[in-house]
C-alpha cells in the first residue's frame, strides 16, 4: 500500500511518499519539495497518513534545525536502474557540509570522462531530495549547478549545512 505525508519545512511543504513496512515503520520512496522538476503527484487509491511518517518527520526537522547531519529511514531500494542506485549510493556518502564534483561521483562509480554526463542525468533523477544529499555535488569549477528544486534551494541547503558555496 502506498502512503504518503506533507510535513513543512524551510523549502517548502514537502510530500513524502513510501509504503507501509512491518512494525508500521515507512519505507520512504520519494520527498518532493514544490515546483520540483519530476516532482511526484499522489496517486488516487494512496492514502493520506502523517503518523507512518512521524519518524521522518522529525529527523527533517532536527536536519533543518542543524541538530542532525544523517538520516537513519528506511529508504526504498528498488526504484532506478543498477546505475543510478550506484550513484544514489556514492550520494549518500558525501559527508555533511562537504562537497564533491560530479566528476568525483563518476570516478567513484566507475565512469569518468564522458560518464560525467549520465552521473548528472541520474542524480538529477534522485527521488529522495535532501534525504539523499545530491545538493552536495557541484561543477568541478565549484558552480552550482542543476538541482532539480530550483538552485536557490540547493544553495540554502549548502548554507545551512556550512558549506562552501
Not at 518532493?32 to 511518517?53: H, N, R, T, Y
Not at 542543524?66 to 526504498?76: E, H, K, P, V
Not at 527521488?127 to 557541484?138: G, Q, S, T
Request: aromatic fraction near 8%.
Amino acid at each position: 500500500m502506498t502512503v504518503y505525508a506533507y510535513v513543512d519545512g524551510p523549502l517548502g511543504e514537502m510530500l513524502l511518499v513510501g509504503r507501509l513496512a512491518e512494525g508500521g515503520r515507512a519505507v520512504l520512496r520519494s520527498l518532493s519539495l514544490p515546483g520540483q522538476k519530476g516532482a511526484v503527484a499522489v496517486e488516487d487509491g494512496w492514502s493520506l497518513a502523517p503518523e507512518i511518517f512521524a519518524e521522518a518527520a522529525g529527523q527533517l526537522d532536527a536536519y533543518f534545525a542543524g541538530r542532525r547531519d544523517r538520516f537513519d529511514l528506511a529508504l526504498d531500494g528498488e526504484a532506478g536502474t543498477a546505475f543510478q542506485r550506484r550513484v544514489w549510493r556514492a550520494l549518500e556518502e558525501i559527508p555533511y557540509g562537504t562537497t564533491v564534483s560530479y566528476g568525483e561521483i563518476a570516478r567513484q562509480v566507475g565512469s569518468p570522462g564522458a560518464g560525467v554526463r549520465a552521473v548528472g542525468t541520474a542524480i538529477g533523477r534522485n527521488p529522495l531530495l535532501v534525504v539523499r544529499p545530491c545538493h552536495r555535488v557541484i561543477g568541478a569549477d565549484g558552480s552550482l549547478r542543476g538541482y532539480a528544486a530550483g538552485i536557490d534551494r540547493k544553495e540554502r541547503l549548502l548554507g545551512l549545512e556550512g558549506a562552501p558555496v
